[in-house]
């Protein structure tokens, strides 16, 4: 079963920036689209940006062009570079394959890394 293996979160200040990354078991080279999703306290899970096999992206209006999402096939990896982040982005931040959001309930998701935005 593949692994999913998120990490680079972390406590930042507001207008502070994090690289996230997430590293697959398996080659994602053959995976349409990726993308990078979030959960915060006592809140639904959310997508925040996807990533196809193109390059081609798209965002959720809360990130307004502050984050960017990549890609790097040959090391199995997508990334999700943040910047001017604000407190509402506190969150754990998970990756996966970009997924119907009626079958989030049932998959499999990684631990997470965990994103914390507070001065």
């Known amino acids: 079963q593949v692994r999913l293996v998120e990490s680079g979160g972390g406590l930042v200040r507001p207008g502070g920036s994090l690289r996230l990354s997430c590293t697959a078991s398996v080659s994602i080279d053959s995976v349409k689209g990726m993308g990078w999703y979030r959960q915060g306290a006592g809140n639904e899970r959310e997508l925040v940006e996807t990533?196809?096999?193109?390059?081609?992206?798209n965002y959720a209006n809360f990130v307004k062009g502050r984050f960017t999402i990549s890609r790097d096939n040959a090391k199995n990896t997508v990334y999700l570079q943040m910047n001017s982040l604000k407190p509402e982005d506190t969150a754990v931040y998970y990756c996966?394959?970009?997924?119907?959001?009626?079958?989030?309930?049932?998959?499999?998701w990684g631990q997470g890394t965990q994103v914390t935005v507070s001065s």
């Open positions: 996966n394959k970009q997924l119907p959001q009626a079958t989030w309930v049932n998959a499999y």
């Open positions: 990533i196809n096999s193109d390059g081609n992206t």
